[in-house]
């Protein structure tokens, strides 16, 4: 089986078998992130106290870590519940939004790498860099960086890490220490409407949650929003702007089959 | 006046009265709450500070609790506000997300129930079990029994809790412990949607906070719910999915009136 | 440069600079807080953790402060952020969401005004009462007072607070306390979302982040809400409701120009 076989048959799983994908993640875009995981067939369960995440991440097939709006009370549970998925076989999946921004925010996550050791991690191109050890000026949580470079830094990266590293971007490019793959799906559209990397990172866990091949799931998600984003601009009329968008994301994202991916994804391995 | 016509003064009273509906809920649904309550005609109010919650409620005509993404904070802001409202003949609803997922959440929806004897609480069919003390399978927040018994089940445990039990689900139940009804409106897309269960209890909340027949108002609030899912899913076209059901659904929760539901709901006594 | 002209140069701005807005918001309407400033054109970010807002808020042109969903957490992140931003001459924007509902609410918005004199303070016409010291009746979040004298009590608080005072409403009221504007756009089913308060004062953020001119700062973002409320509602067919109206407001704002606002503000100095 191929590398596109292995990701349309990715989406036929997640429909079939709606795995629980536990997230500790931001209160800016968590209702985004639940309900593009109901989109694409999966279950989505959000919890973060410190009580009951370690219990709630048993019944989940994967967990997804994002530090959007972290806080000493979720950081603590983010690495209770990863503790706990880690023992369980159970893949954590990282978003480090902002990383590099704050101090607590670099420290944050380098801590969660180094404790948790993360199955995948997906970024964009300056959160990569600041997790690559390089210089890279910041503006908040938005790229900077240009993607010259890209595969070498994701290749390098996962390989130092022995993970999956996704820097999503114009080119998403996915490597996971000696392949790489670059997609060329998406719009720049998607960078208008927040949420968007937080979204794709839901879609990666919800594809972890179905097969132990990290790199073919983070690739389906990747693509996933991709294509969305791409059939969401397409769809619209004059005087419709990102709030029409943000809908039919949600729309394209419900109606994929494995048949529009391998009509539509453009996937580039190298 | 029978059942249905109540019904229907029910939702005149909330445009009259445009009751204001405090909630101490979860972050993941919280703005769909708000706008239901606002588009059936209500007015909402989110506080969850310890501080202010007992001051907050008292200028409330219904307090809605939703235990989704509890913590030691808001548990206890939920107690405090609570034990007012019921000094000051406020009705609670509570709405125990997951109940069963977790001892977290079992024992707080225990906890919640014994100290403030809610007048409606509203789950779906494993939620209800499991306060019904029934060995049930739990996958995370989704209900897996199946409906057999359903009317068996809210009655006693309305009996025996003395307040309102409302199981959400293919077809919902509603009972006091004398009276069983059952309704056949919704649709099955409802539950491919992130906070439809928290937004029929807001509706729930909502009518319990212009009359003090608590039966009928729950009645009224899931039937909102079910024919606004009718209606939605009806309304869609080709390449529309659940980004603009949930469009649609609010769109009909507002333009709901009395005639419309005296036409379409289907409710039956039994 | 006329106030109208400043105006569509300040919309210029906005969309050339994208200025980094940091926001210490509620959980209600984040989302739409956040989507609202990137579809005017601008950065949003979303920061509340003590040990970081300090040095966040570093990189912003603008500083939002929202007491929506307060916490004793997140009014001392306030507190810290807002000294950080004064100290840099970064704007604050303060909208003091259910003044007067709790003594809390109360309590904090005065503090937040002692201790950061804001540069903007944004309000419905109960709570600037409120905050102007006048007796007023509160039901919960939303206003009940008239607008008679609103000109004078904006012109007042602002010459006392040496700041500039928004009262949005039916017509909205902006003084820097010589100065009075009353604007007369908008559609009163702005009212029947909720967020629309908060996103204005996002976009009155989003303006002050790229003039020190913030008295037409101000009348830029309330004029943008007010134009994009026309023309979602005027674009509702039969059955669509305040779903659509949501998602029309975001594309209205996205789409909106300085030619647009040219041809259709109604702005009137006195």
Do not use: Y
């Given at each position: 089986m191929d590398i596109r076989e292995k990701i349309f048959a990715n989406l036929s799983s997640v429909k079939e078998k709606s795995p629980l994908i536990h997230h500790i993640t931001n209160y800016v875009t968590v209702n985004d992130c639940a309900n593009v995981v109901l989109a694409i067939g999966g279950s989505p369960v959000m919890a973060d106290d410190l009580e009951e995440v370690a219990e709630m991440v048993g019944f989940a097939s994967?967990?997804?870590?994002n530090i959007g709006t972290?806080?000493?009370?979720?950081?603590?549970s983010m690495?209770?519940?990863?503790t706990r998925a880690k023992a369980l076989g159970i893949p954590v999946i990282l978003d480090p939004v902002g990383v590099g921004a704050t101090k607590l925010r670099t420290k944050t996550a380098e801590k969660l790498i180094r404790v948790l050791k993360p199955e995948v991690i997906r970024g964009n191109m300056s959160e990569i860099m600041v997790l690559a050890g390089q210089n890279v000026a910041i503006k908040g949580v938005d790229s900077v960086a240009d993607e010259q470079g890209s595969s070498v830094i994701a290749k390098n990266l996962a390989s130092n890490l022995n993970c999956i590293i996704a820097i999503t971007g114009k080119t998403d490019v996915v490597s996971d220490?000696?392949?790489v793959c670059r997609l060329n799906n998406g719009h720049r559209m998607l960078a208008d409407v927040t949420g968007t990397g937080c979204m794709t990172t839901s879609l990666v866990g919800t594809f972890?949650?179905?097969?132990?091949d990290y790199f073919t799931a983070t690739i389906a998600g990747i693509i996933c929003m991709g294509l969305a984003g791409q059939f969401a601009q397409a769809s619209l009329q004059l005087?419709?702007?990102i709030g029409t968008f943000r809908v039919r994301?949600?729309?394209?994202?419900y109606n994929l089959?494995?048949?529009?991916?391998a009509r539509e994804g453009k996937i580039s391995d190298k």
């Open positions: 994967a967990l997804v870590l972290l806080n000493s009370r979720t950081i603590e690495l209770v519940a990863g220490g000696r392949q972890c949650g179905v097969t132990k005087g419709e702007g994301l949600l729309d394209s994202i089959t494995p048949e529009i991916l």
